[in-house]
Structure formats: C-alpha cells, structure tokens
C-alpha cells in the first residue's frame, strides 16, 4: 500500500527555533511537495521537487528552505520560526510527469510560540 | 495566477441526502482532481478528471474544461461523507506540472 509518511503529527517550537519536518515515501515517486494548510486558504505549495537534489519554489517560499538528498525523503526547513508559521504542514507525493495521482501524508500541525 | 473557486464554502447534510459541490477555474489546464480530507486531516484522492464524467461508489464527478468548471456528486450522504472536499487544477510550469487547489467546500453530515 502507498504510503508517504511525516515524522511528526504535533510540533510545538519556539520563535527563532530552527525546524525541521520530515517527509518519506516508500513508492520510488519522482515527484514530492510541501504544501502549508490554513483555515479559509485552502492548501498553498511552498516548495516542490521533480528529482534527488532539485527543488523548484512554489506560491509562498519565503521563510523556508527544503533537501532532497535521496529520492524518498524530502525535508522542509524553518530556518527561523516565526509566530506567523503556525499552521497545518502536508507533504505529497507522485509518480512520473504528470501528477495524475497525489499522495498525502497525515500532515504535522506545527505551532510556534 | 489561475483563480480556483468552490462553492458552497460550506454545506450542512441529512444522512440520506444528496448533494452537488462546484468548482470553477478561471483559465485552461491540463488536468483536475477531487480530494477528500476527513476530519483527521487526512487527505485522499477521490477523482482524477479532465473531462467526461467518472462514478466511484456514491460519488461521482464531471468536468466541462471547455466552460471551466466540474461538480462533484454525493448521493445517499453519509456521516463518513463528513470533511472538506478539494478541487485542483494541474497546471503546466516551466516544463514541470503542479496543483492549484481551492479553498475547499466544508461538509457536515448529520445522522
């Protein structure tokens, strides 16, 4: 079975903490995603990649930074938390060129004091 | 960028009704979804649609790319029916392809 996984379901951090958020999936997809969710937003992409070592930013990159050392594992960096930096963090994923089919892990709820 | 509007925001359901969620796009894309997110925030894809009219189980979806928009059909709602559902457009970026997704149509099913 399909499974993308995030290390964390509950982060709570302080202001100026540099964070971390895990992202891995076990289907050998090219593509993954961070996607930030608020309340009346929707879902808003932060930052993408198509391959190992390749990230592409998306609508709202500022304030975030991400890794793609291997295919599997695609992490997303709060180089300084901010207050404004609480919100709801989904990582997805999918095979090939196309995004025909889009995985989504459980999602870290990250709260930032 | 493209605009992605889903109607009704949010959407109170008998058990046992049916109903029609609404997704317009301002601009041309290669390809839409639905998703269901359940109120444990987990996100699932329902229907990958460019056209045409697809039917899985209770649900169905229709997609009419040439007017811009797709509905999504819930018969016979169910409490498990419950949670926010999502339309996204794939769009074409600089050679790579990436979702724009609405703002979600809120759902609550009442026994």
């Known amino acids: 079975d399909v499974k993308v996984t995030q290390s964390s379901r509950y982060l709570v951090k302080r202001t100026g903490e540099k964070v971390f958020l895990e992202c891995v999936q076990d289907?050998?997809?090219?593509?993954m995603f961070w996607y930030r969710q608020d309340p009346g937003l929707g879902l808003r992409l932060i930052y993408f990649?198509?391959?190992?070592?390749?990230?592409e930013k998306g609508d709202i990159p500022e304030g975030y930074s991400v890794s793609r050392e291997k295919k599997e594992r695609f992490s997303l960096i709060l180089e300084s938390a901010s207050t404004n930096q609480t919100s709801m963090y989904l990582c997805a994923s999918s095979p090939g060129q196309g995004i025909e089919k889009l995985f989504f892990g459980s999602g870290t709820q990250l709260s930032v004091l | 960028g493209i605009q992605v509007e889903q109607s009704p925001p949010d959407l109170i359901l008998q058990e046992g009704a049916n109903s029609t969620l609404r997704c317009n796009f301002s601009?041309?894309?290669?390809?839409l979804q639905w998703f269901h997110q359940n109120p444990w925030g987990q996100l699932i894809n329902l229907f990958y649609i460019p056209s045409g009219t697809k039917q899985n189980g209770r649900l169905s979806a229709t997609t009419v790319a040439t007017e811009r928009y797709s509905l999504l059909y819930i018969s016979s709602s169910q409490t498990t029916d419950s949670g926010v559902y999502f339309c996204a457009v794939e769009l074409r970026y600089y050679g790579n392809n990436r979702l724009a997704f609405g703002k979600g149509n809120q759902v609550v099913v009442i026994p």
């Open positions: 990649s198509y391959d190992v070592k390749m990230k």
């Open positions: 289907m050998d997809h090219e593509n």
């Open positions: 601009d041309s894309v290669n390809n």
